[in-house]
């Protein structure tokens, strides 16, 4: 199938060829009829592509801020990487589509839909699309599919109606009338209020007129203020909701003017921030940024896992909100044919953005169409979950005793495992992710073979000998499990599953082979570092115990990160701290003794000191802390024994205290030793030799955080 998409390195904007998105549950399969193209939205998102580096820092100031900090931790090169890797993905575009059910894996019979059926979704501009049950609905008999298709950019003017809670009889100004403008425009009508209308554009200010709507052209030089203090008979506005697009502060600062004393001013669009505290106390006004289409867009319990807000308690959800437009549509009180400028086959959606960004023809309404079953068999092209990227390679080109399946496409694997894994000559045969997206731009970008949204396939091809796992960890067992009686090769990244349970079913499916056992890798790669490996050289040479300290200032993630979730990534002992616990049992050379969990008593945070002893004596502290500072050291370990020390800060320099030989090991470049534990999992194979890492210490490591993790749950 065919998608849009727009490069945020290049600012091209392309219609690209991918595989369909897999159907998950409590998500809906649609195929596309028609889509519509959110001019303002999608505009600044294709101009800021096309930026240069220092006209996209200028927009972001915030990134700015955080790339600086990065550059003090991790140092210049590893931060220009991260920065480059981050432009470089693909963006897709789009967000108010319409189209027919293909399959729907609701987790109960009411929210089911049949297939067939009309919906709206605020699914991208691509020939088939997942979507969230929740962010769906049914389209009504008697409003058309083109109509449909205002459905989601309405909702985001709708909920910001809502939050002004206008009434009947009051007056209303909706400053810039672009697309949610002029539907903002009719909305407050419908609800019995007077409206004005406020923008530069003469064509657009004689639709708000066409829809009920006194106009104020400013191209003209018309003046708002006295329009409103005329329109609301000297008293000012009740509200103010500000649709427009802009990084001035003007337009809060004119809402303020407009505004009688208490009044409401809603930010729908985008303005500058730089309030005048003058403005809003003289008149004790409200001000209020509305989020897109409504209660549960963003939250993921809401919109990925399903769970509906009560109506009791919410009243108007996105989904809700959706429905309401819908039915404003079908009573005729909603009119979105008048703003409908331009029709175009979805073939030709580059022509539409070329005209969005260039501006050589006025526009309002662009709609994509999209070619309708001719057969059957056109449908089924359509929902294809694998596409050939490139012929195979010749055997001289690659390394074809190590053919590669990749499962995952997030940051992890484009930015740290697929260079890794390509350095090493391996066949890069297939990459798997989930919407076909990011999986096909690394499957493009690193030379694999295909691209699908079909994990079965990876596990299913025999050709395939080793398979590399970078999804969220509640997939890691099930997948390794997949792998191994599959009898390929896997490298998993950290953690390698979430139970005890998983973890005594993977020992048990690798003890069920008789003979030459699959290698079993997990991404533990810190022993692999350079820093690591000359440390333990040196501690080879100390015959008592030591101490070990190592601090992480892991900093803190949002409350609703999927990492806190237990169910999904485990939480931060499990899903982070398990790479340090490895790393002592790693630089101890023994087994764990007995090991403990002090936690801070603060609810929800995860920082913790975990104690260890070791087989010979040796001691071991990991300080994991969220309740630091970013421009602190992330980690720095400290290693006492012998009369003699050794400090690495951060995986760039180590120095060693008391050694004759010994003083200062410094890099350019921070490594955390992922290119050498990928060469050494890739040797293993080949070889036939061990495993880089015993399978025994992997289950010792998984066992102890495990045991440890419950304690922080």
């Not at 950019?153 to 810039?176: D, H």
């Not at 005594?504 to 570092?529: E, H, K, Y």
């Not at 030989?661 to 030799?689: N, P, S, V, Y």
Request: glycine share 10%; net charge neutral.
């Amino acid at each position: 199938m065919k998608q849009i998409l727009q490069n945020l390195k290049t600012g091209r904007t392309e219609l690209v060829e991918i595989p369909a998105p897999q159907a998950k549950p409590g998500h809906l399969l649609i195929k596309t009829t028609h889509t519509l193209i959110s001019a303002g939205t999608e505009r600044m998102l294709v101009e800021f592509s096309r930026g240069n580096y220092l006209q996209k820092a200028k927009q972001q100031p915030e990134k700015v801020r955080q790339v600086l900090e990065k550059i003090k931790t991790d140092g210049l090169l590893p931060t220009i990487d991260a920065v480059r890797a981050k432009l470089d993905q693909p963006l897709a575009l789009g967000y108010c589509h319409v189209g027919t059910v293909l399959e729907c894996q609701a987790s109960n019979f009411q929210e089911r839909l049949l297939k067939g059926e009309r919906v709206i979704s605020n699914g991208p501009h691509a020939e088939v699309v997942c979507v969230p049950r929740n962010l769906c609905v049914r389209i009504p008999n008697h409003v058309s599919e083109e109509d449909a298709s205002f459905t989601v950019v309405s909702a985001i003017g709708l909920q910001g109606i809502r939050l002004a809670n206008p009434s009947v009889g009051e007056t209303f100004v909706v400053i810039g009338l672009g697309l949610i403008g002029l539907l903002t425009v009719q909305m407050l009508h419908a609800a019995g209020c007077q409206v004005l209308g406020v923008d530069i554009d003469p064509a657009k200010g004689l639709l708000a007129q066409k829809f009920g709507a006194t106009v104020v052209d400013l191209s003209l030089g018309g003046d708002p203020l006295a329009a409103v203090l005329s329109c609301s008979g000297g008293r000012g506005a009740d509200g103010v909701l500000i649709t427009a697009a802009t990084t001035s502060s003007e337009p809060v600062h004119q809402a303020a003017q407009m505004c009688r004393k208490r009044g409401r001013i809603v930010l729908v669009g985008m303005a500058g921030l730089e309030l005048k505290r003058s403005d809003l106390y003289e008149k004790e006004l409200s001000f209020q940024v509305s989020c897109s289409y409504g209660p549960g867009r963003y939250d993921p319990e809401y919109e990925e896992k399903g769970h509906d807000y009560p109506i009791g308690y919410v009243r108007w959800t996105a989904q809700r909100n959706f429905e309401a437009v819908l039915d404003l549509m079908a009573s005729g009180k909603l009119d979105v044919k008048s703003l409908i400028s331009h029709r175009l086959p979805f073939e030709e959606a580059e022509k539409a953005y070329k005209l969005i960004g260039e501006n050589t023809e006025p526009y309002t309404g662009i709609l994509l169409q999209y070619q309708s079953d001719k057969a059957s068999q056109t449908s089924s092209l359509l929902v294809e979950k694998t596409i050939e990227l490139r012929a195979p390679s010749r055997p001289c080109a690659a390394n074809t005793s190590i053919v590669a399946g990749v499962i995952g496409s997030g940051n992890f694997a484009g930015q740290v495992l697929l260079p890794a894994l390509q350095q090493t000559g391996a066949r890069l045969k297939t990459i798997a992710s989930s919407k076909g997206v990011t999986g096909t731009h690394l499957g493009k970008k690193f030379g694999f073979e295909r691209s699908t949204t079909d994990v079965e396939r990876i596990f299913a091809d025999a050709e395939i000998t080793t398979v590399f796992i970078t999804t969220r960890h509640n997939t890691h067992a099930q997948f390794v499990l997949q792998a191994l009686e599959a009898g390929k090769h896997v490298f998993v990244e950290k953690p390698l599953c979430l139970t005890l349970e998983e973890l005594d079913s993977i020992t048990s499916q690798l003890l069920n082979f008789s003979t030459s056992p699959p290698l079993l890798m997990v991404g533990f790669n810190r022993r692999f570092a350079p820093h690591i490996v000359k440390l333990k050289t040196l501690l080879s040479t100390i015959y008592e115990p030591k101490s070990f300290i190592l601090t992480v200032n892991a900093g803190s993630l949002p409350p609703e990160h999927w990492n806190h979730d237990p169910h999904i990534g485990g939480g931060r002992i499990l899903g982070e701290a398990c790479h340090f616990i490895d790393l002592l049992r790693f630089l101890a050379g023994h087994h764990f003794g007995h090991y403990s969990l002090i936690r801070l008593n603060k609810k929800g945070e995860e920082t913790v000191s975990l104690q260890f002893t070791f087989a010979d004596g040796s001691i071991g502290t990991i300080h994991y802390f969220t309740n630091g500072n970013k421009g602190f050291s992330k980690e720095h370990l400290e290693v006492f024994g012998a009369g003699k020390i050794l400090q690495l800060d951060n995986f760039k320099t180590l120095r060693g205290y008391g050694w004759k030989t010994f003083h200062q090991m410094k890099l350019w470049r921070q490594d955390k030793g992922h290119h050498q534990e990928m060469q050494r999992f890739i040797e293993a194979i080949e070889q036939g030799g061990a495993a880089p890492i015993p399978f025994e210490e992997i289950v010792e490591v998984m066992r102890v955080t495990l045991e440890l993790s419950s304690e922080c749950k």
